[in-house]
Nanobody
Framework: QVQLVESGGGSAQAGGSLTLSCAFS????????MGWFRQSAGKEREGVAS???????AVAGSVKGRFTISRDNAKNTLYLQLNSLKPEDTGIYYC????????????????????WGQGTQVTVSS
């Protein structure tokens, strides 16, 4: 059974940075597409960034140029570097995984993802 455990959330000032990590266990990590999603108060969950098994990436327009997704297949770990944070980045950030159907396939939609972490809170103050 795949398990995902996020860490690295916390509080930051606007303009600051945070790094989120997601530890993957239970299967062969390199076979999975990975993604970060977030849910803010009163809003629907949105896809933030995605990375394929071959490390192709996609990021949402709202975070492009500020957030970077990466993965270390040797450490079974997914990362999200959050820079130039804004108050509207506040929310619970979730790590997600799904078996890859293509080595370059990425998705900001939740459909390909079968496994989800518990989430980590990010709070950005102005």
């Amino acid at each position: 059974q795949v398990q995902l455990v996020e860490s690295g959330g916390g509080s930051a000032q606007a303009g600051g940075s945070l790094t989120l990590s997601c530890a993957f266990s239970g299967d062969s990590y390199s076979r999975y597409i990975m993604g970060w999603f977030r849910q803010s108060a009163g809003k629907e969950r949105e896809g933030v960034a995605s990375i394929s098994s071959a490390k192709a990436t996609a990021v949402a327009g709202s975070v492009k140029g500020r957030f970077t997704i990466s993965r270390d297949n040797a450490k079974n770990t997914l990362y999200l570097q959050l820079n130039s944070l804004k108050p509207e980045d506040t929310g619970i950030y979730y790590c997600a995984s799904g078996l890859a159907t293509s080595p370059i396939g990425v998705s900001l939609d939740a459909a390909p993802y079968n496994y989800w972490g518990q989430g980590t809170q990010v709070t950005v103050s102005s």
